[in-house]
């Protein structure tokens, strides 16, 4: 996850250079943070769930942080090609409503710009986030492997 997430912080670099570009992106920079099993209590250990992965090697527990985002969090396009354009969220306000409106033609050119910078290899999607700032993102790749369980 931490890795997929450097990888579309190099594309979005490389998709806000260019003159084009109407709107930048950008990525939270998350954090892996290894913990010692001696250090855990016994309940966690035991876990094995969504926020938690033991390595394979060494089995220790590994967290994926990131910094927490202000804002109305929202979807834009999924991993199987479906765009929210129209996912009003009730509760916000117009302008909040608006802003969304007006980044799913961003998320969706950011999208087809990966596919075409990465010569067919990758997509990337999945796109969700406050605004600009995009997190969790997931990358297809031609192969299919690698890169988290969604591709």
Known sequence: ?????????????????TPQTPKKVKF?????VEVDMTNL???VI????????KTQDTREVVFVMEPLVRG????????????????????ATESVNARHVGMVP????????????SGGGMLVCDLQGVNEVFTDP??????????????
């Open 1 to 17: 996850e931490a890795m997929a997430q450097c990888m579309c912080e190099e594309f979005a670099v490389n998709y806000n250079a």
């Open 106 to 117: 961003t998320a969706e050119a950011f999208s087809h710009f990966t596919l075409q910078e």
């Open 72 to 91: 109305a969090f929202t979807k834009y396009n999924s991993n199987f090609g479906e765009v929210y354009d129209n996912s009003m969220d009730r509760n």
């Open 46 to 53: 035991a876990r094995n769930g969504l926020l938690t992965y």
């Open 138 to 151: 997931q990358i297809h790749t031609e192969m299919g492997r690698g890169l988290g369980m969604g591709n």
């Open 41 to 43: 209590p016994p309940i």
């Open 28 to 32: 939270i920079v998350c954090h892996v």
